[in-house]
């Protein structure tokens, strides 16, 4: 990778250029990928705009070189959580140069419709950075039926919801009536229904990948942010060894300027549900939680604590929001989080949580797409029964 | 009894549907003079007021409302009233949906106007949406002045408008080098919300030589970003009988969220606030008096 320094000095025509030169070259297109991920050198200290549209003149390459399986998260994400025109409209072209079709792709456009069709609008995909300033181009909407159509019948999951967006009432605007025939009809395609079967042969397995998990014997240590220190909702001091050793924990991040309501203000909630499960399973005890803001300067103890509570997220000394008051470094490089600054300020970043082992090391994290409350809760108390079975093992040494 | 409140009812609702057409009729008839050239500009600017219900009824009544406000052989006055009509239209976000994109293009393109209003109210409707073409422009103006489409003061405003627009280091270079007043307590008014500017905001706040609506906006952004600084100085501004009032107010907030018990126990500062919650100042700024010693006092 190129000096951090001289990468994000490079201005954005001259990312275009390189982002285009990556494209061309066969050898190379693994790179667009790479230029995709937050805490990428070139997005240090741009603002959020100059991100949307760097991000986008990425996807726009990927469109049209291939999705690869490693760059379908990234596409996959937009559509789940983006709210900006430009990005979903991209990621939407580019799912379909994706050389897999398959039905678990459909719920994803799908959603990505419902959230931007109040925010549609023109976009230009010709140059670098255009804006459009006439409405004879491509809308995301229109990409999104498009990427419908494309995904034929394997969209015929979504069917149903997408003949509901050609009523009168509540549907899509009349001048987009053709492009949803043409996705009702591509996915209809009567003839190769029954042929389809179970269409998961060629889908990473699994399917898209958000979840990852360390062996015990493979987690990296917490020597280096053991002494970091937080201050929680209420203000209290606390290290990262005194409130994450122990026990096992959940971690989401997030911070409260946060603009994009699928973002942070969801993770946020989905945590006081995550917390509403452990309760019922009677584990709020032996499973902390933690919501750890990316904005430590301006998430005053006052404004964590607003937050939290207006989100529904049950707050004590096992429950906590919490800042960093030494800066974001040491927690950037620990978890290696997906976010990236302007100056003190996030300019992008993922939805992302952890599941932390009694020793504080990240055990699993779950990253991009919807956080499932239910699967992180079951992927927590699979690390809580670490916990016991290595107490029962060293008990049995003893004995 | 049943059918008669059956045909109460239906009777009701076909009333309501038979105004509702009407509305929606004169609305369509608003537009179609509004949008007619060869009325006066005074009927137009009339008529144009009454039609947003009508604007997205069909494609042909919208794009001959953004007609009205792209060109600019139209009195400008009758284009701002287009434009307010459309922006009316518009708070219906699920009825102009359909509108939507057209509308957008087209303020992009008044955003460019040879006229000043219009291309500030443009980029001010653009700039509320975040938009990332209104927020480019915006800052291309700032940093090279001869390209700007609004004044400093103006763009700083409408950038303010997103937290996330790129807009803290344009802002510190007018606070630096301020092209006028009015810019540079527009470049402090948006950096209120940069949590490292508060060594600005606190050196601001105790210069006394400084501007009061500066010391004001200081005392505002410190109490947002370090409280814990602004109530530092807040016992000596409150102790000061020639400070101003509002600031005076601004100090006894801090000190009323995030202060402790030990206040109680300062009887000088009891004494000043006694006094200010009696004095001459504005009610207001003696109710934040009084909510002090409600809670400090005796």
């Known amino acids: 990778m190129q000096n951090a320094t001289t990468v994000s000095a490079q201005s954005e025509p001259q990312f275009a250029a390189l982002v285009d030169a990556i494209a061309a070259d066969p050898d190379r297109r693994g790179q667009l990928t790479d230029l995709l991920r937050e805490d990428h050198p070139f997005y240090h200290e741009r603002g959020a705009a100059t991100i949307v549209r760097m991000r986008g003149w990425v996807l726009l390459a990927i469109a049209r070189t291939g999705v690869s399986d490693a760059a379908l998260i990234f596409v996959l994400e937009e559509l789940d959580t983006g709210i900006d025109a430009y990005l979903v409209a991209a990621a939407a072209r580019a799912l379909r140069s994706y050389p897999h079709p398959t039905e678990n792709l459909a719920p994803f456009v799908m959603r990505a419709l419902a959230t931007i069709r109040y925010r549609d609008e023109p976009v230009s995909f010709e140059n670098y950075g255009e804006y459009a300033v006439s409405s004879t181009g491509t809308t995301p909407v229109r990409e999104l039926l498009a990427t419908l159509a494309w995904l034929g019948p394997h969209a015929r999951g979504v069917l149903r919801e997408l003949e509901s967006l050609r009523a009168r009432s509540s549907g899509l605007p009349r001048k987009l009536r053709i492009d949803i025939d043409r996705a009702v009809q591509a996915i209809r395609g009567a003839d190769q229904v029954e042929e389809l079967g179970s269409d998961t042969c060629c889908t990473p397995p699994g399917g898209p990948r958000n979840t990852a998990y360390w062996p015990l014997n493979s987690r990296c240590g917490v020597e280096t942010i053991e002494a970091a220190v937080f201050e929680d909702h209420q203000g209290d001091l606390v290290t990262f060894k005194e409130f994450f050793r122990g026990q096992p924990s959940i971690v989401v991040f997030f911070y409260t300027r946060c603009g994009n309501p699928m973002k942070c203000s969801l993770t946020v909630t989905k945590l006081a549900r995550i917390q509403k499960l452990l309760e019922a399973q009677g584990l709020a005890d032996r499973i902390h939680t933690a919501a750890i803001t990316y904005d430590p300067a301006f998430d005053l103890p006052e404004r964590l604590h607003v937050y939290g509570r207006d989100r529904g997220v049950r707050m004590n000394a096992r429950h906590r929001l919490l800042r960093a008051t030494d800066g974001m470094d040491l927690l950037c490089a620990h978890f290696k989080l997906g976010v990236n600054f302007i100056e003190s300020l996030v300019n992008r970043h993922r939805v992302e949580a952890y599941i932390l082992d009694v020793e504080g090391r990240v055990a699993v994290s779950f990253e991009r797409i919807h956080l499932d409350e239910q699967q992180i809760v079951t992927r927590a108390i699979e690390v809580l029964k670490e916990k016991e079975s290595c107490s029962r093992i060293r008990a049995q040494r003893i004995d | ?298």
């Open chain 2, 1 to 298: 009894m049943v059918t008669k409140r059956k045909a109460a009812t239906s009777s009701k609702s076909a009333n309501k549907n038979n105004k509702n057409a009407a509305t929606k009729r004169s609305a369509r008839s608003a537009l179609s003079v509004g949008t007619n050239t060869r009325r006066t500009a005074k009927e137009r600017i009339a008529a144009l007021a009454e039609a947003p219900l009508a604007v997205c009824e069909s494609d042909k009544d919208l794009q001959a409302m953004l007609n009205v406000l792209r060109n600019q052989d139209e009195p400008v006055e009758v284009r701002l009233a287009a434009l307010k009509s459309l922006q009316a239209a518009s708070f219906s976000v699920i009825a102009f949906e359909s509108c939507r994109g057209d509308y957008l293009a087209t303020l992009r393109q008044v955003a460019e106007d040879p006229n000043p209003e219009l291309r500030q109210r443009a980029l001010g409707l653009l700039a509320r949406k975040k938009d990332g073409f209104a927020q480019k422009k915006l800052l291309e103006g700032l940093k090279n002045p001869d390209k700007a489409l609004v004044p400093p003061e103006k763009a700083l405003q409408l950038l303010s408008y997103d937290v996330h627009a790129e807009a803290y280091s344009a802002a510190r270079a007018i606070v630096n080098k301020p092209p006028n007043d009015d810019a540079r307590r527009e470049a402090l008014r948006l950096l209120a919300a940069d949590a490292s500017a508060a060594p600005l905001f606190e050196k601001l706040l105790l210069d006394k030589n400084e501007l009061r609506e500066i010391r004001q906006i200081a005392a505002s952004a410190l109490h947002a970003l370090k409280p814990e600084k602004l109530q530092e100085h807040a016992r000596e501004i409150l102790l000061d009988k020639s400070d101003y009032d509002d600031i005076k107010a601004t100090s006894l907030t801090a000190l009323t969220q995030f202060g402790d018990e030990a206040l109680g126990k300062d009887k000088a500062l009891l004494k000043s606030v006694d006094r200010f919650s009696v004095g001459k100042a504005l009610s207001k700024y003696k109710q934040s008096a009084r909510r002090f010693l409600s809670k400090y006092g005796q």
